[in-house]
């Protein structure tokens, strides 16, 4: 079975300082996929960024970066300079790759982290 | 493109009412999903369809049923409704094969029961 946690519930820093949310994942498959999404307070859930079981490179992306561990089963989250803005729950997900007879790519998302970021 | 939408946006039922929750996306995808969210929980999967005329179980199937008659639509019904089914009602979707892909999620239905 497939298990994402999100061991901090929740985080309050204050704007400029850099913060990082930390994802473990659990999973007896080769291939799986990584998400992270965002919910603002406005409700919806915003896509930031996908991470394959075979490419541990780290990424950037603006004040955003992300760290993918095999060895460690995490997936952490970091940003930079935090704002007002990043303000929101964030949520780390695992998919599961293709399953015999039929792929479904289910999520199995972990259960959040709230994020505060005050001014 | 509207990308994916849920109607409605919020609702109230009675205990033992039942209801159907609508999505809908017009991004030709194949597979489409109802997630429930609960503070606390993060999200959980309730049905999913990988393609028209399919449904299958996820997480948390109980007293729900789901139907995909047409591609673009993926309907979610409570039959008998209960306090515990009190949630965010989250519907996604995403393109056939490309192992990569990620799911666009609509906006979310706030459904109450009393």
């Known amino acids: 079975a497939q298990k994402v946690t999100q061991a901090q519930t929740e985080i309050s820093v204050v704007e400029k300082e850099d913060v990082t949310l930390d994802c473990v994942y659990e999973t007896r498959d080769t291939t799986y996929y990584l998400f992270w999404y965002k919910q603002p307070p406005s409700g919806e859930l915003v896509f930031l960024i996908r991470?394959?079981?075979?490419?541990?490179q780290n990424e950037i992306s603006g004040r955003y970066s992300w760290n993918f561990q095999k060895s460690t089963s995490s997936f952490n989250f970091t940003i930079t300079a935090s704002q007002v803005v990043d303000s929101a729950v964030y949520f780390c997900?695992?998919?599961?790759?293709?399953?015999?007879?039929?792929?479904?790519?289910?999520?199995?998302f972990g259960k959040g982290t709230l994020l505060t970021v005050n001014p | 493109n509207a990308g994916v939408t849920q109607t409605p946006k919020f609702r109230v039922l009675k205990t033992g009412q039942s209801m159907t929750l609508l999505c809908a996306q017009d991004?030709?995808?194949?597979?489409m999903y109802w997630y429930r969210q609960d503070p606390g929980m993060g999200l959980r999967l309730i049905h999913y369809?990988?393609?028209?005329?399919?449904?299958a179980k996820g997480e948390v199937p109980d007293g729900y049923n789901v139907s995909r008659l047409k591609k673009q639509n993926f309907l979610l019904g409570l039959e008998s409704a209960a306090p515990s089914q009190t949630s965010v009602y989250f519907c996604?979707?995403?393109?056939?094969?490309?192992?990569?892909?990620?799911?666009?999620f609509g906006p979310g239905t706030r459904l109450t029961v009393l």
């Open positions: 996604a979707s995403r393109e056939a094969g490309g192992t990569y892909n990620e799911q666009f």
């Open positions: 997900a695992l998919s599961e790759a293709a399953i015999r007879g039929g792929s479904n790519y289910k999520l199995t």
């Open positions: 369809s990988v393609g028209e005329g399919t449904t």
């Open positions: 991470r394959n079981s075979f490419d541990e």
């Open positions: 991004m030709n995808h194949e597979y």
